[in-house]
């Protein structure tokens, strides 16, 4: 199940918020909806832990993708300073910040514009695949200027 | 099943390693065999998450309980510098650092002499409660001096 190798108990971190053995993913597919972010695998779903503990790193200006799913994202700021969207509201984030997106919210995070955003995502081993927005969703949030002016899509 | 006030999506770093609702609680019940050790539940079980995300921070020569347990830990270090023994191996701990304690196996965090160690520590919502050592597991730790010298009790 692991998508790392096995390398003892400890992995060491080597700077730069880069992991000893782990390795720097695409965020998602090409084409995807989404501007400059990266994946790290911390501790996969075969690690017998409770979840998933994924780290990742937006460059700046860069966005998540605007997105809803029954799982829960649990983060934690690791790194640089961004803003998050959570369904009608648009907060600022800065390191150790912690954030809790419910389940089937509208969640968007982007990093500032001259700043990293690095944050630590905690899912659920298993959990739904995320709906993006269709266009009755995005004429509902654009309805709040505020959130059309901060979406990316 | 929250034991914090829910206070939106946001919780914020209040700086030092405190955040805003969050109470430093006692890491276990007087008389427990640890030194200078708190405990913050970021993320409690009943937050909707996979598990439960705990800030622990242990003081300048502090020390975590020796114990096992069949659930898993995982550890991302956030502050300062320290060492784990993992069943027998003591190893050494610096910021960002991901440690993963196995199922079953002896672990105890120490503080480096001069220094804080405050880690991440992620666990299952459900979960076994901790096993100290005997007097035959302690027999058999100390089999190894390295180890027998590192074990606080």
Not at 14 to 35: H, T
Not at 37 to 61: C, D, I, N, S, W
Not at 119 to 136: I, K, M, Y
Request: include cysteine; hydrophobic fraction near 40%; aromatic fraction near 8%.
């Amino acid at each position: 199940m692991s998508e790392q190798p096995k390398t003892g108990p400890l992995v060491r971190h080597l700077g730069g918020f880069r992991w000893e053995g782990i390795a720097v993913q695409a965020y998602k597919a090409e084409g995807e909806p989404f501007r400059d972010v990266t994946r790290q695998l911390l501790f996969p779903a075969g690690a017998g832990g409770a979840g998933e503990l994924r780290y990742f790193e937006v460059g700046p200006g860069g966005w998540t993708t605007l997105e809803r799913h029954a799982h829960v994202h649990q983060v934690v700021v690791l790194r640089g300073q961004g803003r998050a969207l959570v369904g009608d509201r648009i907060l600022d984030l800065a390191r150790f910040d912690l954030l809790c997106v419910p389940a089937r919210t509208w969640h968007q995070l982007r990093a500032a514009p001259d700043e990293v955003l690095g944050f630590l995502c905690l899912v659920d081993r298993e959990r739904d695949r995320p709906e993006r927005p269709g266009a009755a969703d995005l004429e509902a949030l654009r309805a709040t200027p505020e959130l059309g002016e901060f979406i990316r899509i």
